[in-house]
């Protein structure tokens, strides 16, 4: 009776490290597919003459292909008894820059109406760019400051794009 206890808890044990190895591609699955099954309404076009529906189709995908990658790479670093927390802290470590930069992009959605393209793109490369992991301060406001530059002439001055720069 012992052994059918043990052998139990040691499955559970196993469960929660497989699901905490693969939580990551889980979550990119499922927005994934969320953003498949948002633009499935929508007209896919061609190169030529995209619809509408393109670009998320696209981007959908490649959150499938981010989705396959990750469960193909096996975490590196782990031996196979490392405890859950280790590996939920782990894998929320490989989480923030995704949920950073996700919050990132909702910051310039914010900032752009409000602000102008240039100070919501160098707000949001400033927020991308330390929850990425950058600590260096000069280095991260001189990359922000050339990126929302770089953004900023590319939308306004080439695409001519009906932008306000402030």
Do not use: D, Y
């Given at each position: 009776m012992a052994t059918g206890g043990t052998s139990t808890i040691s499955g559970a044990a196993g469960l929660a490290r497989r699901f905490w190895r693969h939580a990551d591609a889980?979550?990119?699955?499922?927005?994934g597919l969320l953003v498949l099954l948002g633009s499935r309404s929508l007209a896919f076009g061609d190169l030529q003459n995209p619809g509408p529906g393109l670009f998320p189709i696209c981007i959908a995908m490649i959150l499938l292909m981010a989705a396959?990658?990750?469960?193909?790479?096996?975490?590196?670093?782990?031996?196979?008894?490392?405890?859950?927390?280790h590996r939920a802290k782990e894998t929320l470590a490989r989480f923030l820059p995704l949920v950073g930069i996700t919050g990132a992009s909702c910051l310039f959605a914010l900032l752009a109406p409000?602000?102008?393209?240039?100070?919501?793109?160098?707000?949001?490369v400033l927020v991308a760019t330390v929850v990425c992991g950058n600590?260096?301060?000069?280095?991260?406001?001189?990359?922000?400051?050339?990126?929302?530059l770089a953004t900023a002439g590319l939308f306004i001055e080439i695409l001519r794009l009906p932008f306000p720069y402030f």
């Open positions: 889980l979550l990119l699955l499922l927005l396959a990658v990750t469960v193909a790479t096996p975490l590196h670093g782990t031996s196979a008894g490392a405890e859950t927390g409000r602000v102008g393209l240039l100070a919501a793109s160098l707000a949001c600590r260096h301060p000069i280095r991260v406001l001189l990359f922000s400051v050339l990126l929302a």
